[in-house]
């Protein structure tokens, strides 16, 4: 049977702006393009994960208020089960995006009702967690939010995926990342939490070494263009990422981990996972949009035969 997939995160209504340049301080200029779609890291995680075709169900919080409710309706309608809290004290949260001329963006983020999300919200709703396969976490929640998820999963054999972003300030203790399974930063959240620069592919592949002795199973760090690496349960490599026009690289680290998730679903190797989920974000920052970028199974499949 194939094997299912909880995430505990964020859901947010993203507003994106697309710019020809950044403006100076204090400058007004106009917008080439905006658009209004969901987003936050939990949301886009499970997006890439259900457009692939896995069982996805998404644990969250939603202000009582018309954008939570479209959100969940996009969810539904996208194919994810839910299993939504909703907070009459806070409203949705929401994500300002702007994607300047180079594909390099700024985000800033109200979190509201995903704030709110508490350890009775995990309590509430552990079936998922506990039937599923993998669970996937992100830091746009509270930390004790994430670290009770993962100690369920981890109390009947479910491996939890904690993306460390946006990174933890201040940085996390040993105690809180021993929680978690599997840590997927990219090279500046591994920075943070090492308290050191990670710039290189070299880097990143010694990163990824002490990391893993910091968590359950081991890591992966994503360096964007320059590759990931990863060291998993005595696995350790690196890989160059798959060449790409990018266009918007908003939501490209989520759709690595909802995809590398979707892989291991698959029983397939940690390398296996890597290559498929490295082509499939590479393959969402061609296009605009972070939920809306996500690629089927066919089209990651066709260009993994293209990319050799």
């Known amino acids: 049977m194939i094997k299912s997939i909880a995430v505990v995160g964020s859901v947010n209504l993203d507003l994106t702006a697309y710019l020809d340049r950044w403006p100076e301080k204090g400058e007004t200029i106009k917008t080439r393009e905006t658009k209004i779609g969901i987003g936050g890291k939990g949301v886009n995680q499970c997006c890439a994960a259900a457009k692939l075709g896995g069982a996805v169900t998404m644990i969250g919080a939603i202000g009582d208020d018309e954008f939570g409710r479209g959100c969940v309706k996009t969810l539904e309608e996208i194919g994810v089960q839910t299993a939504i809290i909703v907070k009459n004290d806070h ?3 929401m994500a300002f995006i702007d994607v300047g001329p180079e594909s390099d963006n700024i985000i800033r983020i109200a979190a509201g009702a995903n ?9 509430s709703r552990s079936e998922p967690i506990e039937k599923a396969g993998y669970l996937l976490l992100q830091n746009e929640v509270p930390v004790e939010a994430s670290v009770a998820a993962a100690k369920t999963a981890h109390a009947v054999g479910t491996i939890s995926i904690m993306d460390p972003a946006p990174a933890p300030t201040p940085a996390w203790g ?4 021993a929680a978690f399974d599997i840590l997927t930063p990219n090279g500046g959240e591994a920075g943070a939490i090492l308290d050191r620069n990670v710039r290189t592919l070299e880097d990143a592949a010694k990163a990824a070494k002490d990391l893993a002795h910091l968590c359950r199973v081991g ?3 994503t360096m964007g263009n320059l590759g990931v690496a990863w060291h998993l349960q005595g696995c350790a490599g690196e890989m160059e990422c798959p060449k790409v026009d990018a266009i918007d690289t908003v939501g490209a680290g989520d759709c690595f981990n909802g995809s590398f998730a979707f892989a291991l679903c698959d029983g397939v190797s940690y390398e296996k996972a890597i290559r498929f989920a490295s082509h499939a974000a590479s393959l969402s920052t061609t296009r605009q949009g972070a939920v809306s970028s996500l690629p089927s199974l066919d089209e990651v499949r066709e260009f993994m035969e293209k990319s050799g």
């Not at 704030?115 to 309590?123: E, F, R």
């Not at 040993?174 to 990342?177: Q, Y």
């Open 91 to 93: 409203s949705t949260g």
């Open 115 to 123: 704030g709110a999300l508490d350890t009775s919200d995990i309590a």
């Open 174 to 177: 040993r105690d809180v990342l």
């Open 219 to 221: 890591a992966i760090v």
